[in-house]
C-alpha cells in the first residue's frame, strides 16, 4: 500500500504537469528560462513555497526544534517581512527592467566584470551548498521511512547513495525537459500537496496525544515541556558559547533580516519565479501571499518536531536530523506513508529542479552568452541550459553524501555555509539599488572583502561570534569599504531604471494593506510566543 500511494501521487503530478505543459512554448529564452513570462500569482505563491521548503527544512528544522524549541522559527515568521519587502520594492524595479537573471542588473548598474563575479558565486553556492545539502536530507528521511537500504540488502550508507542518484537523476530531469514553466507547475501541485500531508503529521500525532482531542493532545505537549514554545532564545550571540548557539533573538535586528532580503529579494532560485510573472500585479499577489503561508509553515517545519520531544524525549539529541523520520514512521498509517513520502519526494525535487534550471539559466545567459558566444540563438541557449543542468546535476550527486554528521545539525550547517555567499551579493545588490555614488570599483571591492571577511572570521579565526552577527558586521563593513574605494574611484556615469514595457508594471492594489498585515501579524505573533 504504501509503494502504491507513492507511485499513485507522484504519477498523477507528473501527468498534470506534463499535459499543462503540451502547448507551452519553451524553445525560445524566455519560454525556457522564465516559464514564457506567464506565471500567475497562485503559480508564484506554489512555486515559492517548495522552492524554499524541501528536506533540509522538514528533517533539519524539526531537528533542530526537538533539540532547541520553536527558537528556530525566527528563519521562517522573519520571511513575511522581507517579502513585503519583495513585493513592494524589488518586484516593481526588476518588473520594469524586464531581468531575466539578477546578476544582469548588476551590469546595468556597475559593470560586466560585477555581473561575472556575482554569476561565478551563485553557480559556486547553488553546487556546494544548497544542492548536496537537499538531497542528502530527502535521502534520508526516504530511507528511514522506506528502509530502504534493508530492500536493497545494502548497508544504510549505501541505502543513500543509491537514493540521492535516483532522486539527483529525476530532478534533473524535469528541469532539463521543462525548464521554469515544468518545475513550477510541478512546485504548485506539490505545494498543496505537502500542506496537507505536512499538517497531517501534527494533527494526528496530537489526536493520539490528546486520546482524541486535538487540543487537549496540544496541552500535554505543552506542558510536559514549556520551554520548547518560547520563541525567544536567552542565549547570547557574543562571548562564550556564542559560536554554538543555534539563534539568539538579538540576531533578529542584526544580520537575519539581511539574510531574509537576500534570500526572498535576491536570490535567482526565488526571484525567477517573480520575472517570469505575467504582470507586476500577478508577482505581488504570490509573493504575499507566500508571506502569509511561511508565517503558517511553523505548524510544518517546528511543531513536529516539539512533539518529538514530547515522544522520543532526549533520545536522539545527537542526531536530532533522524527525530522527523521516525515520528512520519511511528505515526502515519500505512496507506498515508506512501501519499508523504511522494510529497517528501516533490519538495527534493521542486527545490533540487528549481535551484538547477536557476543555476543553468545564470550560466547560459551570464556567462556563456557574455564570454563564450554572444551572438547565440536562443535555441543554442536553450540547449547550453539543458546541457549545463546535467552538468550541475552531476556535480551535486557527488557531493551529497558528505554532508552527513553536521554537528549542529543540516539546518544550521545550511545557514553557515550560505553566510559566504549570501552577503557579499546582498550588499552589493542593495548598494545598486540605495547608494547611487557606489561605483563598480567600488561594490568590487566591497563584495570581495565581505567574501574574505566572513571565511576570515569564522572558519579560520573561529571567533566566539554567532554567524549571524557575523553577518550584520559584514554588511556593514561592507558598505564602508564600497563607499570608501568609490571615493577613490568615483562613479563614472548615473543609473536610472528604464521601463522595457516587457510586461504590465500596474501594481496590484491590495499590495499595501496586504503587506501591512503581515507585518503586523508577525509582530503579535512574536509578542505572544516571547512571554511563555
Same mark, same amino acid.
Given at each position: ?19 499543462? %505543459? ?11 528560462? %522564465? ?34 524549541? +520553536? ?42 566584470? $560585477?555581473? $561575472? ?12 551548498? %544548497? ?52 518545475? +513550477?507547475?510541478?512546485?504548485?501541485? &506539490? ?8 499538517? %497531517? ?28 514554545? #518560547? ?58 501571499? /507566500? ?65 538547477? &534550471? ?59 555555509? #550560505? ?7 546582498? /550588499? ?11 561605483? +563598480? ?57 528604464? #521601463?522595457?514595457?516587457?510586461? /504590465? ?25 516571547? #512571554?511563555?
Amino acid at each position: 500500500m504504501t509503494f502504491f500511494t507513492f507511485f499513485l501521487f507522484t504519477g498523477i503530478v507528473a501527468l498534470i504537469a506534463t499535459w499543462k %505543459l503540451r502547448r507551452s512554448k519553451i524553445n525560445s529564452k524566455d519560454g525556457y528560462f %522564465l516559464g514564457g513570462r506567464s506565471l500567475t500569482g497562485i503559480v508564484i505563491a506554489g512555486s515559492l513555497l517548495l522552492t524554499n521548503i524541501s528536506t533540509e527544512h522538514l528533517v533539519g528544522m524539526n531537528g533542530s526544534s526537538y533539540k532547541n524549541g +520553536a527558537i528556530i522559527m525566527a528563519w521562517e515568521v522573519t520571511s513575511a517581512l522581507a517579502l513585503v519587502v519583495a513585493a513592494l520594492f524589488f518586484a516593481p524595479r526588476y518588473l520594469k527592467m524586464g531581468l531575466t537573471t539578477i546578476p544582469e542588473f548588476l551590469e546595468k548598474r556597475f559593470d560586466g566584470p $560585477t555581473r $561575472t563575479i556575482v554569476a561565478l558565486l551563485l553557480i559556486i553556492s547553488f553546487i556546494a551548498t %544548497l544542492l548536496p545539502i537537499v538531497l542528502y536530507t530527502g535521502a534520508l528521511n526516504i530511507e528511514a521511512i522506506f528502509d530502504l537500504s534493508d530492500l536493497l540488502g545494502v548497508d544504510k550508507s549505501q541505502g543513500i547513495w543509491v537514493t540521492i542518484i535516483i532522486v539527483g537523476t529525476i530532478g534533473a530531469i524535469y528541469a532539463i525537459f521543462g525548464g521554469l514553466k515544468m518545475v +513550477a507547475l510541478t512546485d504548485t501541485i &506539490n505545494g498543496f500537496g505537502l500542506l496537507v500531508a505536512g499538517l %497531517l503529521v501534527p494533527i494526528i500525532a496530537l489526536w493520539q496525544i490528546g486520546d482524541g482531542d486535538i487540543g487537549f493532545g496540544l496541552v500535554k505537549v505543552f506542558n510536559k515541556s514549556p520551554e520548547k514554545f #518560547n520563541v525567544i532564545s536567552q542565549e547570547s550571540g557574543f562571548g562564550q558559547g556564542a559560536r554554538n548557539a543555534i539563534l539568539p533573538f538579538e540576531v533578529l535586528f542584526t544580520g537575519l533580516m539581511i539574510n531574509q532580503i537576500y534570500f526572498w529579494c535576491m536570490h535567482q532560485s526565488i526571484i525567477q519565479r517573480v520575472l517570469g510573472a505575467v504582470s507586476l500585479k500577478e508577482a505581488q499577489k504570490g509573493l504575499l501571499l /507566500t508571506g502569509l503561508l511561511k508565517i503558517l509553515v511553523p505548524l510544518i517545519i517546528v511543531l513536529p518536531g516539539i512533539i518529538g520531544f514530547y515522544y522520543f524525549e532526549s533520545q536522539y539529541f545527537e542526531d536530532p536530523d533522524s527525530v522527523y523520520p521516525q515520528l512520519v514512521k511511528m505515526i502515519l498509517p500505512e496507506w498515508l506513508t506512501g501519499f508523504f513520502v511522494a510529497v517528501m519526494m516533490g519538495a527534493i525535487l521542486t527545490t533540487f529542479n528549481s535551484t538547477l &534550471n536557476s543555476a543553468a539559466t545564470v550560466f547560459s545567459l551570464d556567462l556563456y552568452k557574455r564570454y563564450l558566444k554572444p551572438n547565440a540563438s536562443e535555441t543554442r541557449l536553450v540547449l547550453v541550459g539543458k546541457s549545463s543542468s546535467a552538468i550541475l546535476a552531476v556535480f551535486a550527486i557527488g557531493i551529497a553524501p558528505f554532508v552527513a554528521n553536521a554537528p549542529e545539525g543540516l539546518y544550521q550547517l545550511l545557514q553557515q555555509l #550560505n553566510g559566504i555567499f549570501f552577503i557579499p551579493i546582498a /550588499t552589493v545588490i542593495i548598494a545598486g539599488f540605495l547608494f547611487p555614488r557606489i561605483s +563598480a570599483i567600488g561594490a568590487k571591492s566591497g563584495m570581495l572583502f565581505g567574501f574574505a571577511f566572513y571565511i576570515l572570521c569564522y572558519y579560520i579565526l573561529e571567533l566566539n561570534i554567532h554567524f549571524v552577527h557575523l553577518w550584520g558586521i559584514e554588511f556593514v563593513l561592507n558598505i564602508l569599504v564600497m563607499y570608501l574605494v568609490s571615493l577613490r574611484f568615483p562613479i563614472k556615469h548615473s543609473f536610472t531604471i528604464k #521601463n522595457t514595457g516587457v510586461v /504590465t508594471i500596474k501594481p496590484w492594489r491590495l499590495a499595501k494593506p496586504f503587506g501591512i498585515f503581515l507585518v503586523a501579524f508577525t509582530i503579535i505573533l512574536y509578542l505572544l510566543l516571547g #512571554n511563555i
